[in-house]
């Protein structure tokens, strides 16, 4: 295994995890921020 | 300060004489550590000399295995029969609570060293009675911070469903460095290194068990009330 | 309930989220970017050393994020908002992240440079202990439904449990140095280019550090506003427009 195979798959490693949080978080704002919207929304 | 001594007396001695629980579990546990003691042995064995290299951190894994069992049962009075509402009725510090059930558990974690250690001595061919009076201050030691996060821990644990698991969950990871300090005292004391790096992870055991002692002092009051 | 208008403005995330989410992204990619193509081999760690620049941010902001975790933590003792819970909440579950990331690229470090991909490194084994300590505490707030009782009980966990940071790390490596052993040392290139990219680096993964908790505690309060909508329907009984 060279030393390249390393370093891409640290970077890889990182930048997945970190990037599928982000997007997971991202989707569960807006799935919060819809569910709420129209809890209230209708509500008089 | 007497009312308070007094109040803590008084919660020992309710831990301590649940009678028929108490005595029967003390049996258990004593019989579990063996058990543990002798499974090291043939997991780790049968050559002598590895079994002493290890001893001493197999002596204070059985003690961690065998006395984690007691915690939980120390808060299982209350659980049971709403105790806890009444005890937390009456005038009084919850610190009070907290030493109480602390020496309570103290107690029983230290009676059962005082059978195992001795059959650890015997299984693993260790030079107990040279050195019992080093031995015995860091085993004092060592359990002293034991069981203030035992105790500490248990309050919180002994009330979910997956007190099995969450307990040990907690209270493994953060008695890590007293596991270290401890082995490493047992074992530097169990060759004759008394002075030096012995003496420094005896240090490490009083600043750990300061530490939490105040620490858990301070934080059982948000942790018992309901 | 007539307030659509006072919810709606609570359903909007504070104002610094949104433009700090942007920075960190600007950052990190020119912080990275820079970091991997300028700095140069390093005679010892050869290219491996480009590694350090996602290893060690990483560790530094979960060690910031554990100290965060302690603030919200006494701050709800002292407070009793539960705004500092889902704070506290927040930071442990990024910081926890981070933390397995440290790890793992400690040992992905580790494979090619020592041949074996754990070594009971001193800092390395340190962390995955602090890792254990704040799994717990997350297993714990799974376990505990009632919200206030899980808020006390999570922040007396977080706060004793960073009590300990220091005694772990100072014991362990105590422990270690009994032995030889090789440990993961970054610190002998001070001042140089290497250096600069690690900090630049470690920079731009604190903001990274504070969109991400930003917007899980967000998140979080959302979902409570949500939930107590709920629960409040289910009290009065009344019919949901949705």
Redesign the interface.
């Known amino acids: 295994m060279s030393e390249w195979f390393y370093i891409w798959l640290a970077f890889g490693l990182t930048w997945s995890v970190v990037g599928g949080y982000s997007v997971w978080l991202i989707g569960r704002r807006k799935a919060a921020t819809a569910a709420l919207r129209g809890s209230n929304g209708g509500a008089r | 300060m007497n009312a308070e001594a007094r109040r803590i007396g008084a919660i020992v001695w309710k831990d301590l004489t649940a009678e028929r629980r108490t005595k029967a579990n003390f049996n258990a546990v004593v019989f579990l550590a063996g058990l543990i003691l002798l499974l090291f042995g043939f997991a780790i064995g049968p050559d002598g000399q590895t079994m002493e290299l290890i001893a001493g951190g197999v002596l204070w894994l059985t003690v961690l295995f065998s006395g984690v069992l007691s915690f939980n049962r120390s808060y299982e009075q209350e659980l049971e029969n709403g105790a806890l509402e009444m005890l937390l009725l009456y005038p009084g510090d919850r610190r009070s609570i907290f030493v109480g059930k602390l020496l309570a558990n103290l107690l029983f974690v230290l009676l059962v060293e005082v059978v195992m250690v001795p059959l650890a001595a015997l299984l693993y061919d260790l030079p107990l009675w040279r050195f019992i009076a080093p031995l015995s201050l860091v085993l004092l030691l060592g359990t002293i911070g034991f069981v203030t996060l035992g105790t500490f821990y248990a309050a919180m644990a002994s009330r979910l469903r997956a007190r099995e698991v969450m307990l040990p969950l907690l209270l493994f990871p953060m008695l890590v460095p007293l596991l270290v300090g401890a082995v490493q005292a047992t074992g530097g004391i169990l060759n004759g290194d008394l002075l030096g790096s012995t003496a420094a992870w005896i240090r490490l055991l009083v600043v750990f068990d300061l530490i939490f002692f105040v620490a858990a002092l301070f934080a059982f009051e948000y942790v018992i009330e309901d | 309930?007539?307030?659509?208008g006072l919810?709606?403005e609570a359903?909007r995330?504070p104002h610094w989220l949104a433009p700090t989410g942007w920075l960190a992204l600007v950052a990190v990619v020119a912080a990275?970017v820079t970091g991997?193509l300028i700095s140069r081999p390093d005679r010892v760690m050869?290219?491996?050393q480009?590694?350090m620049y996602?290893?060690v941010p990483?560790a530094w902001v979960a060690m910031l994020g554990f100290f965060l975790v302690f603030v919200a933590s006494m701050l709800y003792?002292w407070r009793r908002d539960l705004k500092y819970d889902r704070l506290a909440a927040s930071a442990t579950e990024v910081s926890v992240?981070f933390t397995g990331?440290t790890l793992?690229?400690g040992s992905?470090?580790g494979?090619?440079t020592w041949g074996i991909w754990w070594t009971w490194d001193p800092r390395l084994t340190s962390t995955a202990?602090m890792l254990?300590?704040y799994?717990?505490y997350l297993?714990?707030r799974s376990?505990?439904e009632d919200e206030e009782?899980r808020a006390?009980?999570s922040?007396?966990?977080g706060?004793?449990?960073f009590?300990?940071v220091p005694?772990?790390y100072?014991?362990?490596k105590?422990?270690r140095t009994?032995h030889q052993v090789q440990t993961v040392d970054v610190t002998g290139t001070i001042g140089s280019s290497y250096a600069i990219s690690l900090i630049i680096n470690s920079l731009a993964f604190m903001v990274?550090f504070a969109w991400?908790v930003g917007?899980?505690t967000?998140?979080a309060g959302?979902?409570r506003?949500?939930e107590a909508?709920?629960e409040e329907q289910a009290l009065t009984g009344s019919e949901?427009?949705?």
Request: positive net charge; charged residues 10%; proline residues 1%.
């Open positions: 309930m007539s307030n659509g919810l709606a359903h995330q990275q991997f050869g290219n491996l480009k590694i996602v290893h990483s003792l992240l990331l793992a690229l992905i470090w494979r090619p202990i254990l300590i799994v717990g297993a714990l376990f505990t009782r006390r009980w922040a007396a966990v706060v004793l449990g009590l300990n005694i772990v100072f014991s362990v105590w422990w009994l990274l991400l917007l899980r967000h998140v959302l979902e506003q949500r909508w709920l949901a427009n949705v």
